[in-house]
């Protein structure tokens, strides 16, 4: 069969770099991936995850995490240290 439909995206340069990188190391290219979600989609019928419109504790929290505003711990275990 011939792949012949073509998808075009545009999406931020930064986005496109962190996926790739991810990608490459799974051993996937950037078509390759986006045929594995097309066929995914089409097992489920839909998206092959739950999407949610976030409530107003998760969009205090994007925010946020957009503005720096985070913790950041060494490990899980100074983390948990850290919380207690």
Known sequence: MFKTAIVSI??????????ETIL?????????AIRLFYKKICLH????????????TTINAMRETDSGK???AKNVDALFDELE
């Open 10 to 19: 545009q999406i931020k340069p930064r986005l496109k770099t962190k996926a």
């Open 45 to 56: 019928h839909g998206l092959p995850f739950e999407v949610k419109i976030p409530n107003k």
């Open 70 to 72: 985070t913790h950041k």
């Open 24 to 32: 490459y190391k799974i051993g996937l290219s950037s078509a390759e």
